[in-house]
């Protein structure tokens, strides 16, 4: 009994946990929207929604290892969040959850009768999502642009990158008022990526989340 009880009352945490890392990737997101105060165009690919995306992953992963009682799941959750913790400064948070989650796999107990093999399914998760993470921060490109118009409402247009684009002008002179160029620009087949691979992790992990039926006799 005590035994069982300690695995509910683990389970409950681990909805707690995964619940609370949907709440921090909210806030990254808030966090890097409001932190991009420089003039730009808009993105193509927001920033402050694909950063975001990979993190609620991670806790919509614990929250299904929870309710399905998947010990590795939620262990692959943890370890996602380890790991993206070192992404930046706005993201070490996530290595206390990460932690949590790790200590709560090892005491949740699984429920018989699985299809497939759970540790293929955790690590196969945890590729996903890392795999996702590199598309969208590594297939990025160089964004070069001007503003014309005023400050108030401003025109922005995509403009040759060759030879670099400066930060400068006037609002005098042609109207320009502002220009600039972001070699780290996240590009829609990053992103399209991204989301096809964060799509397949929870499908995954949904899909083989399925208890055996008891074949009849």
């Known amino acids: 009994m005590s035994t069982t009880a300690g695995s509910e009352r683990a389970r409950r945490l681990v909805l707690v946990v995964g619940v609370a890392v949907l709440g921090l990737a909210v806030a990254v997101g808030i ?33 299904m290892g929870a309710l399905r009682r998947r010990p590795a799941i939620v262990a692959a959750a943890g370890v996602l969040c380890l790991a993206g913790s070192i992404l930046s400064i706005a993201t070490i948070e996530f290595a206390v959850p990460g932690f949590a989650l790790i ?16 540790a293929v399914v955790a690590v196969a998760a945890v590729v996903l999502v890392v795999g996702a993470a590199v598309a969208l921060l590594g297939m990025t490109g160089e964004s070069c642009w001007q503003a014309t118009g005023s400050p108030a409402t401003p025109i922005y247009t995509t403009i040759p990158c060759a030879g670099g684009a400066s930060a400068s002008g006037s609002v005098g002179a042609g109207q320009t008022f502002a220009s600039g160029s972001d070699s780290g620009a996240l590009t829609t087949r990053g992103g399209a990526v991204e989301a096809i691979l964060l799509i397949s992790a929870l499908t995954l992990t949904a899909v083989t989340g399925r208890a055996r039926t008891a074949a009849p006799v």
């Open 103 to 118: 200590l709560l796999a090892a005491r949740l107990q699984a429920l018989p009768a699985r299809y497939g093999s759970e």
């Open 31 to 63: 966090f890097i929207r409001y932190q991009a105060r420089d003039p730009g165009p808009p993105e193509e690919v927001p920033r402050a929604l694909a950063i975001p995306a990979l993190y609620a992953t991670m806790g919509l992963l614990a929250i």
